[in-house]
């Protein structure tokens, strides 16, 4: 089982440079979300979207956006990439948002912008 | 989002002893989540916690939602070298709420 794929895994950019990111699962999940994680801080949501065709902002969604075209897909963009972008990337998903719906994670992609 | 504080921030423990960690929140949560991360991946989940004064047990872990809704905590029991790694704990309203994480070192 794939559960949540995400691609690259790694990546270095410049400043200033775009970039997307790719979430994928095949569970059939409605919800699925990104998130960055910073040293010391935990994970933080950035957006996240609960149905194909839809997205919502979370806590920290300045500079990124996202996009919901097909429900097994959910992808992450930066339009202009700026060092405080450096961080590591984690896309989850659950059934249907629900309080008693774990999320499942990918391994996470690690973005540096220099 | 909405603040967890999680603590203790690090820890390092002897093969063996056991280990408690916890997380309280301003607000009520209904539900309790605790995800372990080795390095390299992302977050995996070991324990889920549904209902206010739940006590669940996966293996050697135990964790428990508190009454008040606002807190849980996690014991590992018998630590192994395996057990390294950052744990975290995650409140759910829908949407999660992060613990900054325990960071776990095992001395052999």
């Known amino acids: 089982n794939a559960g949540v794929t995400q691609t690259p895994k790694f990546r270095v950019l410049k400043t200033g440079q775009s970039m997307t990111l790719l979430c994928a699962q095949d569970?059939?999940?409605?919800?699925m979300y990104w998130y960055r994680q910073d040293p010391g801080m935990g994970l933080r949501l950035i957006h996240y979207?609960?149905?194909?065709?839809?997205?919502a902002k979370g806590e920290v969604p300045d500079g990124y956006n996202v996009s919901r075209l097909k429900k097994q897909n959910f992808l992450l963009g930066l339009e202009s990439a700026a060092p405080s972008q450096t961080s590591v990337y984690f896309c989850?998903?659950?059934?249907?948002?629900?309080?008693?719906?774990?999320?499942?994670f990918g391994d996470g992609t690690r973005l540096s912008i220099l | 989002g909405q603040q967890l504080n999680q603590s203790p921030q690090s820890m390092f423990i002897q093969e063996g002893e056991d280990v408690s960690m916890n997380c309280t929140s301003s607000s009520i949560f209904n539900t309790w989540l605790w995800y372990k991360q080795d390095p390299g991946e992302g977050p995996v989940l070991l324990i889920a916690?549904?209902?206010?004064?739940e006590l669940t047990s996966n293996g050697r872990l135990t964790a428990q939602f508190g009454i008040t809704r606002k807190d849980s905590f996690l014991n590992i029991s018998a630590s192994i070298p395996s057990d390294v790694g950052i744990y975290f704990c995650?409140?759910?309203?829908?949407?999660?709420?992060f613990g900054a994480g325990t960071t776990v070192t095992v001395r052999a």
């Open positions: 916690l549904y209902k206010a004064g």
């Open positions: 995650a409140g759910n309203d829908y949407k999660l709420s």
């Open positions: 569970m059939n999940h409605e919800y």
């Open positions: 979207s609960v149905g194909e065709g839809t997205t």
């Open positions: 989850a998903s659950n059934h249907d948002g629900g309080s008693n719906q774990p999320q499942h």
